[in-house]
């Protein structure tokens, strides 16, 4: 909705002001999400008043305008139309306490993630553990509130990687382990499975594919190691798959266990389960891993299927998993990035692949350039009244 009020109007101004491209998503939202033509598009984000009244509304910029004696009573009638079409009562919601998060030193640790970090080795060890008890029921799921496992865990998880994200850029990769009863963590998969069109149900299972997502998209190299104290099974299964390498432990007691959520109900951003995009291109590995629901895998059976990169038994477990890490940590910080924005994301390109991959990848390099950081550049000269000096050499 835009007033029409012949001031206001919609922009997307950072290239002819600052140098720089609209924020992360605004060109591909223009042209896949509100489907504005190419050229329109173009105009749009090259002029710096941007567009108002109904030619906003033609370009499909916005929905629609409203004059200003309208305004109030427009925003009322929307909202309620939106919260019309909402199946929660509106009466009992579930309150999000503050997390419990203790740091100490190199260590970061909440009731369900712990870690631990080598800034030697530049490496940061994430711990995730498993739940001691599940409800039985949806009553029970409710009554556990924010203690409910997959969303305690999931909100514990998603600021851990935040806090990787923003506080420790030094850290380049990062080590998946679990620790817990695997039955438990597939307890809690079949209520979110059983109990999916419950309102409390769907916002868990978003929360988890948006985390899970957070895990694809993070600048660092993800190694999964899946040893005798693991818990990987069904929904924790998918930090697995996520890993650009996981290691499991052979001749042991180490397992790994598939559920129906790992098939459908987390998708990437390119619209395929992990499974999928693990297995593209080998839609018969996928159906097979499909007849493994349920199953107990040991690592000679998931290696075989292709669930896991290496098994190694004892003997070779320390080294093999060590080099592993070195190896990695020694590589270019740059071109790994590169690398693995890449190597995730198999399959058709999508809006979320477009604005998260490539366009993210684009703006963070426009961003480093003279251009716009540069002492003459548009950033810095922006509000000065004087010129940017531009390098005009296209590369």
Known sequence: MLIDDRRSSVSLPELPLLAVLPGTGGLTRLTDKRRVRRDRADIFCTAEEGVRGKRAVEW??????????????????????????????????VSLTPLDRTIAG??????????????????????????????????????SGTAFWPLAMARELDDALLHLRLNEPSIGLIVFRSV????????????LEQYQTDWLVREIRLLLKRVFKRVDMMARSLIALIDPESCFAGSLAEIVFAADRSVMFAGGTATLHLSALNFSAFPMGNGMSRLANRFYGEPESLDAAAVLIGETL??????????????????????EVRLIL????????????GLEANLRFAGPETMETRIFGRLTAWQNWIFQ????????????????GVRPDFNTERV
């Not at 030697?120 to 029970?140: C, Q």
């Not at 695997?182 to 307890?187: K, N, T």
């Not at 040991?298 to 080294?319: I, K, N, P, S």
């Open 60 to 93: 499909r910029l916005v929905d629609e305008v409203v004059p200003p004696s309208a305004w109030e009573a427009k925003v009322t009638e929307r909202a309620l139309e939106l919260a019309a079409r909402s199946d929660r009562d509106g009466v009992k919601g």
């Open 106 to 143: 190199d260590a970061i640790a909440y009731p369900h993630v712990q870690i631990t970090l080598d800034r030697g080795a530049r490496t940061a060890t994430i711990t995730i553990l498993g739940p001691s008890d599940v409800p039985g029921d949806l009553r029970g799921l409710h009554d």
């Open 180 to 191: 817990g009863d695997p039955a438990q963590v597939l307890a809690a998969d079949s209520l």
């Open 298 to 319: 040991d690592a000679e059976t998931a290696e075989q299927h292709g669930l896991v990169t290496f098994a190694y038994d004892e003997t070779d477990w320390d080294d």
């Open 326 to 337: 070195e190896e990695r940590a020694s590589f270019s910080p740059d071109a790994l990035t």
């Open 369 to 384: 350039r003279p251009n716009a950081v540069g002492e003459s550049g548009s950033l810095k000269r922006y509000g000065s």
